[in-house]
């Protein structure tokens, strides 16, 4: 079991809002991801991160912002909530081992923005 | 272009019963294929990591197979549960950084009945 965490689970706002996806890991991983899944699609990277400091735009343009000040919290931050951002947001985690990278996913923020 | 295409799209059997689920990738350089199974409202957790010097792999009843040449893997689930019942995500990385970049299949959804 990967200890990975995310909140809310599920989270319902009106237009305009300004919202922040928490992640946090507890396993010293120092990458770190955001995916966006939208039903019977495929993920798209949209953020991530190396390490402490650094963020970088993944391959779906975004109008979000994720910051990463502490190794184990990557939140993501949307200013202006709108109804094109319902979606999946998956946050992500990665380990070398021997031979792979292995990826640790959290359990998702299902958002809904009216 | 580098895709990864999954079939069938979805696949109902009974509880019992084998099956398989097909993915095909056209990603170069290739680095690793891995199987994720993604439950309702979950994160994806990972099933297998193969290389290109692998040709199968066992996660208990789950097996998943590799042709590097014809750029094909095949996951095979035996004696299917109810708790199969889940999205089956194949995800292709190429080489480049040690994660690499990873391109996501769309995923089976497997539903198994009583």
């Known amino acids: 079991e990967a200890d990975i965490y995310q909140t809310p689970r599920y989270l319902v706002i009106g237009t305009g809002k300004k919202i922040t996806l928490e992640c946090s890991q507890t396993m010293g991983h120092d990458k770190m991801y955001w995916y966006q899944q939208d039903p019977g699609m495929e993920l798209h990277l949209i953020h991530y991160s190396y390490g402490v400091n650094s963020t970088e735009k993944g391959d779906l343009s975004s109008e979000s912002t994720v910051s990463r000040i502490r190794t184990e919290h990557f939140p993501l931050t949307l200013e202006s909530a709108r109804p094109s951002h319902t979606s999946q947001y998956l946050c992500?985690?990665?380990?070398?081992?021997?031979?792979?990278?292995?990826?640790?996913f959290g359990s998702g923020t299902q958002l809904s923005v009216l | 272009k580098n895709q990864v295409e999954q079939s069938p799209q979805s696949l109902i059997i009974l509880e019992g019963k084998n099956c398989t689920l097909q993915c095909n990738y056209t990603v170069s350089p290739f680095s690793n294929l891995r199987w994720y199974k993604q439950d309702t409202g979950r994160g994806p957790v990972s099933l297998t990591i193969?290389?290109?010097?692998?040709n199968t792999k066992s996660n208990g009843r789950y097996t998943a197979t590799l042709d590097a040449d014809t750029k094909q893997s095949s996951l095979h689930i035996t004696a299917s549960q109810l708790s199969d019942s889940a999205s089956y995500i194949c995800v292709v990385s190429d080489r480049g950084s040690t994660l690499g970049r990873l391109y996501f299949g769309r995923g089976t959804q497997l539903t198994v009945w009583p």
């Open positions: 992500a985690s990665s380990q070398l081992d021997a031979t792979n990278e292995k990826l640790f």
């Open positions: 193969m290389t290109f010097s692998e």
